[in-house]
């Protein structure tokens, strides 16, 4: 049986260092959580050894920040002068959509698992490629892995589709032995994603549509109907406009003679709001805001937690280490509040504190949460807890869904009939209006 030499920081933030036993390096990495170990270097002793974990520095901001010595992943790779890079698709190179992605990555695991290496895989699954993308990134990735070079480098240096999360787990899965189970993994988390994904979008699509047609059916109403019905009141003696009326007809006259500003100042607008969000202390203070939202901010923390959740215990169960797993899960939330959060917690584990402590600190994540990573750190099952509160979660998330579909049609229909309600008020008024003059 192997063994492994390690570094480490305990509890206490003092640096320990020595050797142990285990079958491969992902039970090596989890013997050192049951001890409260922090691993920042984990090396097989002889044979091929696996890559070293991150080092360990003070703070996350500073991790952010630092040279690009310094900013290495468990892989060697310099993460600071590709990341941004690496985020886009590079020119002349297709991309995939993330459910072909699952399904290349699945496909792979099982020609692995069934016992083909990693190039006959590779090739295999090329020629069941389907569509303009699959081919060329497939046969991009086979010239380097032909080349001598691992899966995950071929993988980063194409760039996107393939992130930084996926990167990390298939480097996890070279350096503990375990590709097929691990790719496996990275391709339930794929579905996981597009599912969720699907969800929300189905969540929200009915309420818009309906916003959407009485938004135009009162502007048709306002603009052309309106004008004409009251053509034959204006001017009659004894009949006096009512203030809803004076404000629709201002509305629809305006919009006659200045569409075009209206539409240009749209567009103004919204370049000057990408622009605007873009500032990372303006994206930090609506993103604050979405999360104290009624309805929306439960929400969005649920979908992040169950994305946390999940991502965090597969990465742990890969074999990364824990500060490079909460690095690579801190660019998946899509939050800024919660991404500093993690930082938070990022920097707390650096200097020895368990995960728990800095997660029920910062006041964004469940108490259920909390609870199941003290217990698996205090355990050492903490990645198998994490991966059965992700589905815990997961249904916490479609529980939220249903809430947020019921309850914002209704919110949507009120704010509707408020504004159709101005609309009848301004063309009934003045008709009976009339009724009274001619009445009298």
Request: glycine share 8%; net charge positive.
């Amino acid at each position: 049986m192997p063994s492994y030499r390690y570094q480490s920081i305990d509890r206490g933030g003092a640096v320990a260092a020595g050797t142990l036993v285990a079958p491969d390096r992902a039970s090596a990495m989890r013997q050192l959580q049951a001890k409260g170990l922090t691993p920042l270097a984990l090396d097989a002793e002889g044979g091929d050894a696996p890559a070293p974990a991150p080092r360990a520095r003070p703070a996350a901001q500073d991790a952010r920040q630092a040279t690009d010595g310094e900013r290495r992943t468990a892989a060697g790779f310099d993460v600071g002068a590709m990341l941004n890079e690496l985020r886009g698709t590079r020119p002349g190179r297709p991309g995939l959509k993330r459910t072909e992605l699952a399904n290349i990555i699945r496909e792979l695991a099982t020609a692995i698992e069934a016992g083909l290496p990693l190039l006959n895989a590779l090739k295999t699954v090329r020629r069941q490629a389907t569509g303009k993308g699959q081919p060329v990134i497939l046969d991009f990735i086979i010239e380097r892995v032909e080349a001598g070079r691992p899966l995950h480098e071929a993988m980063e240096e194409y760039g996107q589709p393939f992130d930084e999360m996926i990167v990390g787990m298939v480097r996890a899965s070279d350096a503990s032995g375990r590709t097929s189970e691990v790719m496996h993994q990275l391709a339930d988390l794929l579905d996981r994603s597009v599912e969720l994904r699907r969800e929300m979008i189905g969540a929200t699509i009915y309420p818009l549509i309906v916003a959407c047609l009485i938004g135009v059916s009162i502007i048709v109403a306002v603009t052309f109907l309106l004008p004409r019905l009251m053509a034959p009141i204006i001017g009659q003696p004894g009949v006096t406009i009512p203030f809803p009326t004076r404000v629709l007809l201002g509305f629809a006259d305006f919009m006659a003679s200045w569409w075009w500003l209206v539409i240009v100042a749209a567009g103004a607008a919204f370049v000057g709001f990408r622009r605007w969000i873009a500032q990372p202390e303006n994206r930090r203070r609506v993103d604050f805001v979405l999360l104290k939202t009624p309805i929306i901010g439960p929400l969005l923390r649920d979908v992040a937690v169950a994305r946390f959740t999940r991502t965090l215990g597969t990465l742990v169960s890969a074999g990364l280490p824990i500060l490079s797993a909460l690095r690579i899960v801190r660019d998946t939330l899509g939050n800024v509040v919660l991404m500093e959060a993690v930082d938070g917690v990022q920097e707390k584990v650096t200097t020895g504190q368990s995960l728990a402590e800095p997660l029920e600190k910062c006041g964004f994540f469940p108490p259920l949460l909390v609870q199941i990573v003290n217990i698996g750190e205090k355990s050492g099952r903490l990645e198998p807890m994490l991966l059965h509160a992700a589905g815990a979660f997961d249904r916490q998330v479609n529980t939220s869904l249903k809430v947020f579909t019921k309850l914002l049609p209704p919110v949507l229909l009120v704010f509707m009939a408020l504004i159709a309600s101005f609309v009848l008020a301004g063309i009934l008024l003045p008709l009976l209006e009339m009724q009274k003059s001619l009445g009298g």
